[in-house]
């Protein structure tokens, strides 16, 4: 099973050119550093309330990205509130990215591919070799936001992510979006850090657009 980050480094790909959807840096790092807090929360490693965050088991998990991020949080018993926690976690969010994708390249899911735009800057590609993984994830969405199937913490999660990276858009049709609305709201509601991604992935971007306009 992929983790969190891996995943949403997954659904950032477009299949077909192997580059990264166009998003901000800043708001990729909140959702990236939101990833993995929600992976620890189903590892039962942290636990929240509407406001902070506590450490309820520092145990590593074997995992580069999520025991780091873990690290970071502090010692069993340690509290921070869960919006500083993503900002926290966000420093280091391209690093994880990295390791995201060497990981999805170890597992035969994604080729490294270099190349050249107009033969001077160098780019990266990321072609999906083995695409059964990226459509089983796009095929769980679709089935969760078209359906009133109830969901599994796990599905929960995804939801909040691509939702807080206007993902969904990816997923569906225009018209199956405008239906599923409420029901992305629905289910945003069930997980606090996703809630919190969400609104910390909005400020960001909208504090962007502000700074672009009166530059």
């Known amino acids: 099973m992929l983790s969190f ?15 990264f959807v166009p998003m901000p840096e800043a708001v990729f790092a909140v959702v990236m550093s939101g990833a993995a807090l ?29 025991d780091e991020v ?27 990215r990295a390791r995201a994708l060497r990981r999805l390249i170890a597992r035969g899911i994604l080729k490294e591919q270099n190349g050249r735009h107009l033969w001077v800057f160098h780019t990266r590609r990321y072609p999906v070799l083995d695409g059964s993984e990226q459509r089983e994830v796009r095929t769980r969405l679709r089935q969760l936001l078209l359906t009133d199937e109830i969901p599994d913490p796990r599905d929960v999660v995804l939801v909040c992510l691509i939702d807080a990276c206007a993902l969904a858009g990816f997923v569906l049709s225009a018209a199956e979006l405008d239906a599923a609305a409420p029901r992305v709201e629905q289910l945003r509601k069930m997980d606090l850090i996703g809630q919190a991604v969400t609104k910390a992935a909005s400020e960001t971007e909208a504090i962007i657009k502000f700074a672009a306009t009166t530059m």
């Open 5 to 19: 980050p891996e995943e949403i480094v997954l659904l950032l790909l477009d299949e077909t050119t192997g580059e």
């Open 38 to 66: 929600m992976d620890l929360a189903l590892h039962n490693r942290i636990d929240t309330d509407l406001e902070k965050m506590t450490v309820v088991d520092s145990t590593p998990l074997g995992d580069d990205i999520l």
């Open 70 to 96: 873990l690290a970071g949080l502090g010692k069993k018993g340690a509290t921070l509130g869960i919006i500083d926690a993503l900002y926290d976690g966000a420093v280091n969010a391209e690093e994880y």
